[in-house]
């Protein structure tokens, strides 16, 4: 990377020392020295810009343009012919149709490039089929950028590849942030505080893309259709988006059913303390809630509403939104060990 830097800066010192002798135009040394400086900076500006499209992009956009250019060249001679004795304007209309040619050939083009088949050119462009196939992309929805722990997850390396953000997701948090409600301004703005906190890792990929759709209103549509086109994965909490995704035959890693995963395996017949935390709603039921948010529903402990005590469990049942635990507890079991440590 260090050499890459060096040779741009030669290139920019070189360009400006050329202008500065050369004077184009008749400037003054000096500003001609700035004109070639500023000529030198857009040119690796549009390096780097490069540096990020896809070889595919690449090929569609020279192939446009090449044409584009040979069919302006056509339509100037049929001009020339035409009208002769038109010194005026016969040139412009020719370096306007040149222009219009090459802009509408160059976007088209490039726009159209993801569907050339690099595979069947016998191998020439391997190197750029592998790496796209290699390459795992995942696209952040906006219900995850604003919940956050995408960030925790994806610093402990344990999801890698390139974070896609769309520029209707950017808009959408820049709505919520911009919300009148303090609530959802407030989200909005933790949204967009963790898509920095995500863009600053340096361990991490992160590809803004503007393909939009603009025949779809909806933003979760959008996000499928912009995860068919790229053939990736779609990461999200909303279980709404989770089931349209499976419909549409789009993979999916939702991260609710990873933190429901990864708590703690309970089986029946354990031993386990909790404290109670409040009633319940059947009778004589107590509530008690584990370190990562598991509700606990224990049978007979009522009456021990802001207590810690240990009970059985007799089932685990596992619904969309988590874990439930079910106990018992055995007030006589209690008693007795009350009894017991009295005597001690």
Known sequence: MTDLLIVRLVFVLALTAAA?????GGLPPFLAA????????????FELRVRQI?????????????????????????????????HDTVPFLQIMLLLWMTYCGLVVGASKGEMLNL?????????????????????????????????????????DGTFI???????????????ADSMKRNRGRRGLDILSRIQKNPDLHIRIVEED?????????KLLELAKHLHCKVVTNDFNLNKVAQIHGVEVLNINELANSLRPVVLPGELMKVFI???????????????????????????????TIEISVTSVLQTTAGKMIFGRFDERTHSAEKVQAALH
């Open 20 to 24: 500065y002798v050369l004077q184009p």
């Open 277 to 307: 935390l409040k009633e319940g709603k059947e009778q004589n039921q107590g509530v008690a809630y584990l370190d990562d948010g598991t509700m606990v529903v224990v049978d007979n402990a009522r009456k021990m509403i802001s207590k």
């Open 213 to 221: 759709f603009p025949q779809v209103r909806d933003v979760d549509m």
């Open 54 to 86: 896809s070889l595919k992009r690449l090929l569609g956009a020279a192939v446009g343009s090449i044409l584009a250019i040979f069919g302006a060249y056509l339509m100037t001679l049929v001009l020339a012919q035409a009208f002769p004795m038109n």
């Open 165 to 179: 953000i769309p520029t209707f997701v950017l808009r959408e948090l820049q709505l919520v942030a911009d919300s």
């Open 34 to 45: 700035g004109v070639g400086a500023l000529a030198g900076a857009l040119i690796v500006g």
């Open 119 to 159: 595979s069947a050119c016998g191998g020439m462009f391997g190197g750029e089929t592998s790496t796209a196939a290699k390459e795992d992309l995942k696209i952040l929805d906006t219900s995850v950028i604003i919940d956050g722990r995408i960030a925790d997850i994806a610093e402990t390396g344990f999801i």
